[in-house]
């Protein structure tokens, strides 16, 4: 069974930066696809960023991309989150995600999620 926790998130100011960081456990961590998704209060928790298992292939949402960067390091079992250029819309929180081959940008493919972690971005 794999659990995941998300921690730096915070408030920050339109146009700071802030690295999310999801610590994993279980056996199965190498082998998961793993992904970044946030909700915003009232909204579909929508995808954010992705990365396969071995760390070769990653995706974003058009909205994040060159803003946010996601990587892994599976020597620590974390993944990491670093958002750039943070606007007002970004607002959400922001949960990391596990999932076997491809589970690619849909949430309902995704079988383990952490609690997540809320991030505020002021104008």
């Known amino acids: 069974q794999v659990q995941l926790v998300e921690t730096g998130g915070g408030l920050v100011q339109a146009g700071g930066s802030l690295r999310l960081s999801c610590a994993a456990s279980?056996?199965?961590?190498?082998?998961?696809?793993l992904g970044w998704f946030r909700q915003a209060p009232g909204q579909e928790r929508e995808f954010v960023a992705g990365?396969?298992?071995?760390?070769?292939?990653?995706d974003y949402a058009d909205s994040v991309k060159g803003r946010f960067t996601i990587s892994r390091d599976n020597n620590k079992n974390t993944i990491y989150l670093q958002m750039s250029s943070l606007k007002p819309e970004d607002t959400a929180v922001y949960s990391c995600?596990?999932?076997?081959?491809?589970?690619?940008?849909?949430?309902?493919?995704?079988?383990?999620w952490g609690q997540g972690t809320q991030v505020t971005v002021s104008a």
């Open positions: 995600a596990g999932g076997f081959d491809g589970s690619g940008d849909s949430p309902t493919n995704y079988l383990y």
């Open positions: 279980g056996r199965v961590f190498n082998t998961l696809d």
């Open positions: 990365i396969n298992w071995r760390g070769t292939n990653t």
